[in-house]
């Protein structure tokens, strides 16, 4: 497949990408002989419930970006669904800044059933 580039990993960095429309909008198409955008590809497994972030790869416009990743990363026939996400569209916390931007999870320990009391007779919770 011509212009097909895989990038494996879990990183969303957007490199080589072009200039996004509004938000959640698919990028600008880029100028001619440009550099195609970046798509951020996920993958529901035969046996999953959820999509997982398999890599990244360029492609001009979603429907080659899907294409392109079932080629890369369902060779074996183990995906069942494929979400292509351009990756201007992905906002990432930032890990600098993990403590606080969680800290206020900390402060709700009724989120923590540690001080829940279970009935006696209730054996599978």
């Known amino acids: ?14 490199s080589g990408q072009t200039t996004a429309g509004p938000a959640g909008a698919p990028p600008a198409e880029p100028a001619a002989g440009g550099p195609w955008p970046l798509w951020e590809v996920f993958v529901r497994s035969r046996r999953g419930l959820s999509h997982s972030h398999a890599g990244s790869l360029h492609a001009p416009d979603a429907q080659m970006a899907l294409r392109n990743a079932r080629d890369l990363y369902t060779r074996r026939a183990e995906g069942v669904s494929i979400w292509v996400v351009p990756s201007s569209a992905v906002t990432a916390s930032s890990p600098d800044e993990k403590d606080p931007f969680f800290e206020p999870a900390g402060d709700k320990p009724y989120r923590h059933p540690t001080f829940y009391e279970i009935p006696e007779g209730v054996k599978h919770l």
């Open 1 to 14: 497949m011509t212009g097909q580039t895989g990038h494996s990993g879990n990183g969303a960095s957007p």
